[in-house]
């Protein structure tokens, strides 16, 4: 018998409250510190209710990370839509996932602090389950790049590329900013990544007459 609207409704409900205690308990105490019979009381959920619902804690947080990153794809999308030039679209990508990642630091302190040290069965699952999005992701990137390059304001060089460089500068960045105990912004960080990715490193006094006199253009 197909579940009526309203049970639907219901189910969905349950799940997300499983979901947003789940969360918190993770952020508060860490995941493998965590049990199913934490998360069942403080759901207000028997253990076996829970179990309905979720047959491991692996897939409640893996359940998590894909709304979470279906959330933040979604952002991107649209920011990145409403950006008119390729370095605009490199700044509301840079701004939306480090302002994302900002948002919602001790969530994701979990996969680097927790599962960064090795291999487990959560990771395996994120990379079947949350594949799709990511090549969507990537995908979206990488026509970034292509429209800068078509436009001549990037250089002629591999778009896909060039999208995995800029998405592993920023990565890198969020990692080693998650990890660390500081509580600088993140999103300050932003204006960095863009400049190195577009400019490099080197300073003025270091690059040809020729190039300065492009670079003040």
């Given at each position: 018998?197909?579940?009526?609207?309203?049970?639907?409704?219901?189910?969905a409900?349950?799940?997300?409250?499983?979901l947003?205690?789940?969360?918190?308990?993770?952020?508060?105490?860490g995941?493998?510190?965590?049990s199913?019979?934490?998360?069942?009381?403080?759901?207000?959920?028997?253990?076996?209710?829970?179990?309905?619902?979720?047959?491991?804690?692996?897939?409640?947080?893996?359940?998590?990370?894909?709304?979470?990153?279906?959330?933040?794809?979604?952002?991107?999308?649209?920011?990145?839509?409403?950006?008119?030039?390729?370095?605009?679209?490199?700044?509301?990508?840079?701004?939306?996932?480090?302002?994302?990642?900002?948002?919602?630091?001790?969530?994701?302190?979990?996969?680097?602090?927790?599962?960064?040290?090795?291999?487990?069965?959560?990771?395996?699952?994120?990379?079947?389950?949350?594949?799709?999005?990511?090549?969507?992701?990537?995908?979206?990137?990488?026509?970034?790049?292509?429209?800068?390059?078509?436009?001549?304001?990037?250089?002629?060089?591999?778009?896909?590329?060039?999208?995995?460089?800029?998405d592993?500068?920023?990565?890198?960045?969020?990692?080693?900013?998650?990890?660390?105990?500081?509580?600088?912004?993140?999103?300050?960080?932003?204006?960095?990544?863009?400049?190195?990715?577009?400019?490099?490193?080197?300073?003025?006094?270091?690059?040809?007459?020729?190039?300065?006199?492009?670079?003040?253009?």
């Amino acid at each position: 018998m197909v579940p009526s609207k309203r049970k639907a409704r219901e189910l969905a409900q349950r799940k997300l409250e499983i979901l947003t205690v789940a969360e918190r308990l993770f952020a508060r105490k860490g995941f493998f510190k965590t049990s199913m019979a934490e998360i069942a009381q403080e759901a207000e959920f028997s253990v076996g209710s829970l179990y309905q619902f979720f047959p491991s804690k692996d897939a409640v947080y893996v359940a998590l990370m894909e709304d979470k990153f279906a959330e933040y794809f979604a952002l991107v999308q649209r920011e990145v839509a409403a950006a008119k030039t390729a370095p605009d679209q490199l700044d509301a990508l840079v701004a939306t996932k480090f302002g994302f990642f900002e948002k919602h630091r001790n969530f994701f302190r979990i996969y680097v602090t927790e599962w960064g040290v090795g291999e487990c069965s959560v990771k395996g699952a994120l990379g079947e389950r949350i594949s799709g999005l990511r090549a969507e992701y990537l995908a979206l990137l990488t026509r970034t790049m292509a429209a800068g390059i078509r436009r001549r304001v990037f250089k002629k060089l591999d778009a896909q590329g060039m999208a995995h460089l800029f998405d592993g500068m920023m990565n890198a960045i969020i990692h080693q900013w998650i990890a660390s105990a500081g509580e600088e912004s993140l999103v300050a960080k932003g204006p960095t990544v863009r400049d190195v990715f577009l400019h490099g490193v080197r300073g003025m006094d270091e690059l040809p007459a020729r190039a300065i006199v492009r670079a003040k253009r």
